[in-house]
C-alpha cells in the first residue's frame, strides 16, 4: 500500500507531508485516526458557524456528482458500495429538477399529460425532439412487473 502510495504522489508531483492529504506517507506515519477527523471537523464548522458533519460531505459529494449526470456505478464507486442499489437507494430522489426533466420527456414521448405525477412547474429544459417510442406488449408486460417489483420492494 505504501508503495501504491508513493508511486500515486510521485505521479501527480505531491510531496508525502502535504497537508491536505489525510495522513502522512512519511516511513514512520501511522494513519490517520477517522474519530479524531471527525471531531476535528466539527470544531471547525463550529468556529465557523456552519453545522455539518463529515458524513454531510459525502452525501453532498454523490448528491452533485448524480445532479451533474455522472452515472450511478461511477458514483456507487467512489462510494465504495457495493452494488449500485445501495447508491439508488440513498441518492435516486435527491434532484427534483431532473424528475421533471424526466417525466417532460415520458410526457413528450407519448403525448400524455403527467403533470400529476410531479409536484411545481412541469416544464423541461428545451431539448431536441425525441422520436415515439414503440414497445411491444411484451416488452411493456416486462416493464410493468419490474415497477411492480420496485414498488412492493420500497413497501
Given at each position: 500500500?505504501?508503495?501504491?502510495?508513493?508511486?500515486?504522489?510521485?505521479?501527480?508531483?505531491?510531496?508525502?507531508?502535504?497537508?491536505?492529504?489525510?495522513?502522512?506517507?512519511?516511513?514512520?506515519?501511522?494513519?490517520?485516526?477517522?474519530?479524531?477527523?471527525?471531531?476535528?471537523?466539527?470544531?471547525?464548522?463550529?468556529?465557523?458557524?456552519?453545522?455539518?458533519?463529515?458524513?454531510?460531505?459525502?452525501?453532498?459529494?454523490?448528491?452533485?456528482?448524480?445532479?451533474?449526470?455522472?452515472?450511478?456505478?461511477?458514483?456507487?464507486?467512489?462510494?465504495?458500495?457495493?452494488?449500485?442499489?445501495?447508491?439508488?437507494?440513498?441518492?435516486?430522489?435527491?434532484?427534483?429538477?431532473?424528475?421533471?426533466?424526466a417525466v417532460g420527456n415520458?410526457?413528450?414521448?407519448?403525448?400524455?399529460?403527467?403533470?400529476?405525477?410531479?409536484?411545481?412547474?412541469?416544464?423541461?429544459?428545451?431539448?431536441?425532439?425525441?422520436?415515439?417510442?414503440?414497445?411491444t406488449a411484451d416488452q411493456?408486460?416486462?416493464?410493468?412487473?419490474?415497477?411492480?417489483?420496485?414498488?412492493?420492494?420500497?413497501?
Amino acid at each position: 500500500m505504501k508503495r501504491d502510495s508513493a508511486r500515486t504522489l510521485k505521479e501527480f508531483g505531491i510531496a508525502a507531508a502535504d497537508p491536505c492529504i489525510l495522513g502522512t506517507q512519511e516511513p514512520n506515519s501511522r494513519p490517520y485516526n477517522p474519530q479524531l477527523l471527525g471531531k476535528e471537523f466539527a470544531a471547525f464548522c463550529k468556529m465557523n458557524g456552519f453545522h455539518c458533519t463529515f458524513h454531510d460531505l459525502r452525501h453532498t459529494f454523490a448528491t452533485m456528482m448524480i445532479a451533474s449526470g455522472t452515472d450511478v456505478r461511477t458514483v456507487a464507486s467512489y462510494l465504495g458500495h457495493a452494488n449500485v442499489a445501495m447508491t439508488l437507494n440513498t441518492y435516486a430522489d435527491v434532484d427534483p429538477d431532473a424528475k421533471r426533466a424526466a417525466v417532460g420527456n415520458v410526457e413528450g414521448a407519448f403525448d400524455v399529460d403527467m403533470s400529476s405525477i410531479v409536484e411545481g412547474d412541469m416544464t423541461a429544459p428545451e431539448a431536441p425532439p425525441t422520436p415515439a417510442l414503440v414497445f411491444t406488449a411484451d416488452q411493456l408486460r416486462a416493464m410493468l412487473a419490474e415497477a411492480e417489483r420496485l414498488e412492493a420492494a420500497h413497501a
